[in-house]
């Protein structure tokens, strides 16, 4: 069974929370003490049934420690892909990058959707949704949310 993440209405509004969850433990600098129960409690708040709730944080405790693992590598943008996104769009990706909600593969394939786009430089809102649905992959894709 998949978890069908991007077709989940609240998806946006549960990777907005992850997100500042990872964000505000980056700055806290102590990605060892991260505060699952507080990041479930938002995950609930927002109106996520238990499941998929635990298969987000299942994911994220993933994706925490591959990302306190392996180190950021610069990836700079062809001029012609500046062309593709808007300054704040382009920061949006780099942050789900920094935070390591957002791999290198991750990044790369929102870059080759948003070319595909009729209507550039994207901006911010479409990116997000690009993004959205390449990290929905992404926990499909490493077996969170799958029956085994």
Known sequence: METGLQHNPLWPSALGAVQAHFRRWKEQGDGSRRRWTALAGDLTALG?????????LGWADSRASQALSEPLRLRLLHPMERELLTTE???????LYRLGLLGIL?????????ATLTRLPAMREQ?????????SESVSAQ???TAH
């Not at 991750?106 to 948003?114: C, D, I, K, N, P």
Request: overall charge negative.
């Open 127 to 135: 990116v997000e949704i690009l993004a959205q649905r390449v990290v």
């Open 143 to 145: 077996g969170f949310g």
């Open 48 to 56: 996520l049934d238990n499941a998929t709730r635990d298969i987000l």
């Open 106 to 114: 991750g990044l790369e394939q929102v870059l080759e959707a948003t």
């Open 89 to 95: 769009a382009y920061g949006y990706l780099l942050d």
